[in-house]
């Protein structure tokens, strides 16, 4: 009788969490108190209970923080626990490969907004002009009919259908063959070097899983910081021009997704030191590094489309 109440089955039927709810909570908070921090723009407007945008902002990530690290945690607890049947993990392993298809189809949005923009300069379609509330202009006026568009300076530029004055300004755009090419090849590296970890951890050698994170980790860093050096010295500007929203929306959410890896491997090597992984049990690292080619594969694709082929014919004009 006792066999006949046990575990029949190679699933894993999960106990009640509070998790989805304390996460789903945690990421509405934050993006409340980012949009009242941005549409305030730092002067303090209220949101929910009379707090400031950046006060929400703050409780919001710091829940999301605590949920990460409690779910993370709970997971590792049933992988330990004998939970993580062969079942179980290629289950894990279709569920991390939709989570990257869903990802592949939010960076597909930007792609087409920037295609959209670059092959077709000259097209009817209008956009507000943020600085009056009448203003309109055809988007062959706002390109000058080509893409790259042609150099605006906000201090001289007008609208011609209503002479208000260009929100921001475009100057040119970055030369391919400088930063953006060295992030390429610092993400190819990275690529290699968390399949190095990997072959390393299959093999059982843990000097060499160890060292390949390290060495991602660290590539990873080194790219978020180059790229932050090079938003810095943009000739364009985010708002008021629809080039610096095409580039900005695409290659700053890949920055965020590289952040984001770069944590999630860096879990992973904690992990790793501390002796968590096996090689027939290492799901947590493996959807890191599958995560991880994920944001290399996007960021060859950006570099190609909008570094290179984008470039017009003066790249690093202005700088």
Known sequence: MAQAHGKQHDYHLLDPSPWPIVASVSALVTAIGAIVWMRSLGEGATGLFGLSGPWLFLIGFLGLVLTAASWWRDVIVEANEGYHTPVVQLHLRYGI???????????????????????????????DNMTTAVGMVQRNELFGGQWPPVPVDSTEAVIPATGAPVMGYFKGTFDPWGIPLVNTLILLSS????TWAHHALLKNDRRGLVLGLVATVVLGMIFTMLQFYEYQHANFTFGGHAYGSAFFMATGFHGAHVIIGTIFLLVCLIRAIRGAFTPKQHFGFEAAAWYWHFVDVVWL???????????????GAGH
């Open 97 to 127: 490969i939709l989570f990257i298809a869903s990802e592949v189809m939010f960076f597909v949005a930007w792609f087409w907004a920037y295609f959209d923009f670059a092959l077709f300069p000259g097209d009817v379609h209008t956009f």
């Open 191 to 194: 690529g290699v070097t968390v």
């Open 301 to 315: 694709f950006l570099f190609a489309a909008i570094y290179v082929w984008g470039a017009g014919a003066n790249p």
